[in-house]
C-alpha cells in the first residue's frame, strides 16, 4: 500500500478544528436557556439599532416646547415612554441611543481585537525583546483603570464618539494581547507545529493556518465580554460629558440630564436605565454562554 505524500509546507490536517464543532457549539447555545435569552436580548437591540429610522415615533433631536417632561402615555398615547426637558421623545431617544452604544461598542472591540490580536501573534511566536518591549507597553496601559484611562484619552482628545470608541479600544487592547500570546505559547509547544516546522511551513503558514483556529474560541468569549465593557464605559463616559454631545441620544447622556428632574420625572432616568440594564444583561449572559459551549471538554460530549 502507497504511502500519501506529504506536501512540504503543508500542515497536519488533524490539528484543523472542522467546522461541524462550531455549528454543534451554536446548537448548544440556542439549546441552553440562558444562551437563547442572550442570543435573543442581543438580536432584539441589534436589530432595534438598525431599524431604528423605521421604528422610532419622532426624530430624537425633535422638540416639542409646549410638552416638557410628560409622564409616560402608554402605548396608545402620543408619546409612550414620555418626553424629557426639552420635550423630545424618550421612547425615540433610547432607540437612537441604542445605535450609539453598539457603534462605539463594535467600533472599539474590532480595534481592540485588531491591535491586541496582532500584537498577541508577534509576541506569543516570536519572542524574544519585541515580546518584552509589547508586554511591558500593554501592563503599563492594563494598570490604569479603566474610567480613569478612558477619562484621560478623551480629555487628551477632546469628547466625542468617536474619541471615546478610541479610549474604550485603548483600554481593550491589552486584555486581547494577554489571551492571544498565552494561548499562542500553549500552542507553539504543541507536536503539530514541530511538525510543521520540520516540512518547511512558513511561519506566517503555522500561525494563521494552523494557530489561530485553535484559539478562536477564547477570543470569541473575550469579544462578547469587550462589547458589555465597552457600552458600560461609553454610557460613563457619556454620562461625564466625554462622550456622546448633547444633542446626540446617548444612553449616558440622558442619565446625565435626568437626575434633576428624578423627584419630578423619575421616568426620565428609568427609562435609559433599564435599556442600558437590557442590552449589558444579553451581552453577558451571552458570554458566560459562549464560555461553557466552547469549552473543548463540553464540545467532546456532544461527540
Known amino acids: 500500500m502507497a504511502e500519501t505524500?506529504?506536501?512540504?509546507?503543508?500542515?497536519?490536517l488533524a490539528q484543523?478544528?472542522?467546522e461541524s464543532l462550531f455549528k454543534m457549539a451554536f446548537g448548544r447555545l440556542i439549546r441552553n436557556p440562558l444562551g437563547a435569552f442572550g442570543v435573543g436580548m442581543t438580536g432584539f437591540l441589534v436589530l432595534v439599532a438598525i431599524i431604528a429610522p423605521l421604528i422610532s415615533p419622532y426624530d430624537p433631536l425633535e422638540v416639542h416646547t409646549d410638552l416638557k417632561l410628560l409622564a409616560p402615555t402608554?402605548?396608545?398615547?402620543?408619546?409612550?415612554?414620555?418626553?424629557?426637558?426639552?420635550?423630545?421623545?424618550?421612547?425615540?431617544r433610547i432607540i437612537w441611543g441604542t445605535r450609539i452604544s453598539l457603534e462605539v461598542g463594535l467600533v472599539a472591540v474590532a480595534l481592540g481585537v485588531l491591535v491586541g490580536v496582532t500584537t498577541g501573534l508577534i509576541g506569543g511566536y516570536w519572542g524574544g525583546n519585541v515580546e518584552a518591549v509589547l508586554s511591558r507597553?500593554?501592563?503599563?496601559?492594563?494598570?490604569f483603570p479603566a474610567v480613569l484611562l478612558?477619562?484621560?484619552?478623551?480629555?487628551?482628545?477632546?469628547?466625542?464618539?468617536?474619541?471615546?470608541?478610541?479610549?474604550?479600544?485603548?483600554?481593550?487592547?491589552?486584555?486581547?494581547?494577554?489571551?492571544?500570546?498565552?494561548?499562542?505559547?500553549?500552542e507553539n509547544e504543541?507536536?503539530?507545529?514541530?511538525?510543521?516546522r520540520a516540512l518547511g511551513a512558513s511561519d506566517w503558514r503555522i500561525v494563521f493556518r494552523g494557530m489561530m483556529p485553535n484559539i478562536v474560541s477564547p477570543l470569541l468569549v473575550q469579544v462578547t465580554v469587550a462589547m458589555g465593557q465597552?457600552?458600560?464605559?461609553?454610557?460613563?463616559?457619556?454620562?461625564?460629558?466625554?462622550?456622546?454631545?448633547?444633542?446626540?441620544?446617548?444612553?449616558?447622556?440622558?442619565?446625565?440630564?435626568?437626575?434633576?428632574y428624578l423627584r419630578v420625572a423619575g421616568h426620565f432616568g428609568i427609562f435609559p436605565g433599564i435599556a442600558l440594564m437590557m442590552l449589558l444583561a444579553g451581552l453577558n449572559t451571552l458570554s458566560d454562554s459562549l464560555r461553557d459551549v466552547l469549552d473543548?471538554?463540553?464540545?467532546?460530549k456532544g461527540h
Not at 504543541?190 to 510543521?196: L, M, N, P, S
Open 190 to 196: 504543541k507536536d503539530y507545529v514541530t511538525a510543521a
Open 137 to 143: 507597553i500593554w501592563d503599563t496601559i492594563l494598570a
Open 16 to 18: 484543523r478544528q472542522p
Open 296 to 300: 473543548p471538554r463540553q464540545i467532546q
Open 230 to 260: 465597552a457600552v458600560l464605559l461609553e454610557a460613563s463616559l457619556s454620562f461625564l460629558g466625554l462622550g456622546a454631545q448633547p444633542p446626540e441620544p446617548s444612553w449616558g447622556s440622558m442619565l446625565n440630564e435626568s437626575r434633576q
Open 74 to 92: 402608554g402605548l396608545g398615547g402620543q408619546f409612550i415612554l414620555g418626553t424629557d426637558q426639552y420635550g423630545r421623545d424618550i421612547l425615540s
Open 5 to 12: 505524500a506529504i506536501r512540504p509546507g503543508a500542515l497536519p
Open 150 to 186: 478612558g477619562v484621560a484619552v478623551t480629555a487628551a482628545l477632546g469628547p466625542g464618539t468617536l474619541n471615546a470608541a478610541l479610549a474604550v479600544a485603548i483600554i481593550n487592547m491589552p486584555i486581547f494581547y494577554r489571551i492571544t500570546r498565552a494561548s499562542i505559547l500553549v
